[in-house]
């Protein structure tokens, strides 16, 4: 059987992680700019995550959730006090399309509404409810094309406004900062504002903080630099550090009713082995000051280029915006400098790192980047 070709893939194969670093089946070395899209927070193969994960599975690799799982406790409190939501509720589920399955639903649930408001760039994941709120109309089929569904321009309080008032939805769904999008950021102000009319109208805020969350902004999640409280944010990708696993953070307003989410696999023994390591090494490493440190120090870096046309990011979640398709400067930076970065859309390099980087790591980068553009003539 073949693989059903639906990937862009670079001619690369892995054979090993370390760290910041990848190493392909010939031995070449790499930096990652690219988190396997943003999913690797403490590094790769990051030895406390693959002893808990190798001591889980000597023990018990899986039951049902129609059992006491006290790991999946020990997950819920770690990650209660690590993001400062020990109030809220967790529930816990695979992927982040399915988070944001359940943080729809339990916002339809409870509000007994129908409709969503999102905003234009925003991407949710490729699920059915997922999708629909995704401003992305190449991942719809016919089947997905949903008339709930509402999208406004991000940062646009006045349009915002204007939905809401008819007060026939129930959740209003926001990136912390847009991923696929072009790290597309909401301003302070706009979250703030869109906190208290979500409030005004009986509207449940979700924030999908499934890219932006998990200590790669700085902060656990980039929508507390607003200081606002949502009253549902999704999880994914860092959590698990490539262990497939998401979650729902729930405000006490919600109470829980029987039978209206489940799950098989969700915040099983070993998907919370890895959690909680994740949770205990972001703690023990410092890492979200590191992300903050080694961002700003790559923003204050990449502002000196003339030749970028914007520059965008907060923490380890970094767009270059170039006047032109970066394909060429990727496919360099990949086969003679070999470090991985990520795109969006055609112009666009996307940085999402391990939150390990290192200042060394990061003048590699602004070295390479800097003779990659020198080689391919550009601005010059
Ligand atoms: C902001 C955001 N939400 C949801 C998703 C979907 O996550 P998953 O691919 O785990 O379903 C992604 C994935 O890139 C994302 O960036």
Not at 12 to 24: F, N, P, T
Not at 28 to 46: E, F, M, T
Not at 193 to 218: A, F, H, N, P, V
Request: glycine share 10%; aromatic share 10%; with cysteine.
């Amino acid at each position: 059987m073949n693989l059903f070709d639906v990937y862009s893939i670079w001619d690369v194969a892995l054979a090993k992680g370390e760290g910041c670093y990848l190493y392909d089946s010939d031995g070449n070395k790499y930096l990652d700019l690219y988190g396997g899209h943003a999913v690797i927070s403490i590094g790769h193969s990051h030895p406390k995550f693959v002893e808990n994960v190798q001591q889980q599975l000597k023990q018990l690799a899986f039951f049902t959730n129609s059992v006491i799982n006290r790991q999946q406790q020990i997950l819920a409190q770690k990650l209660g006090k690590i993001s400062g939501y020990a109030e809220y509720s967790l529930f816990m589920c695979n992927s982040g399309a399915e988070a944001n399955e359940n943080a729809l639903k339990l916002a339809s649930f409870k509000t007994q509404r129908k409709k969503v408001l999102a905003f234009k760039g925003a991407f949710h994941g490729r699920t059915s409810g997922a999708v629909a709120v995704t401003d992305i109309p190449q991942y719809s089929a016919p089947y997905n094309l949903n008339s709930n569904v509402t999208f406004v321009p991000l940062n646009d309080i006045e349009q915002t406004e204007k939905e809401l008032k008819s007060g026939e939805y129930c959740a209003v769904i926001i990136e912390g900062i847009q991923g696929v999008g072009g790290v597309k950021i909401p301003t302070d102000d706009f979250l703030r504002s869109l906190s208290s009319l979500c409030k005004s109208y009986g509207t449940m805020l979700i924030l999908d903080e499934i890219q932006s969350g998990c200590g790669r902004s700085g902060k656990y999640f980039y929508h507390q630099y607003s200081g606002i409280k949502p009253d549902l944010i999704t999880v994914a990708k860092g959590i698990g550090n490539g262990f497939p696993m998401a979650g729902v953070f729930i405000s006490p307003e919600f109470q829980p009713v029987k039978g209206t989410l489940g799950t098989t696999f969700g915040g099983a023994y070993l998907a919370s082995a890895a959690g909680i390591a994740v949770a205990d090494v972001m703690i023990e490493e410092n890492l979200m000051a590191n992300a903050e440190k080694i961002g700003r120090f790559l923003m204050n870096e990449l502002a000196r280029f003339p030749q970028i046309k914007e520059l965008r990011g907060k923490g380890l979640m970094i767009a270059i915006e170039m006047p032109e398709p970066v394909f060429e400067i990727r496919r360099k930076l990949m086969f003679e400098y070999r470090i991985f970065t990520g795109a969006s859309s055609t112009n666009i390099i996307r940085l999402l790192p391990p939150l390990c980087l290192t200042e060394i790591d990061a003048r590699y980068f602004i070295e390479a980047f800097n003779n990659t553009l020198i080689q391919l003539k550009i601005g010059s």
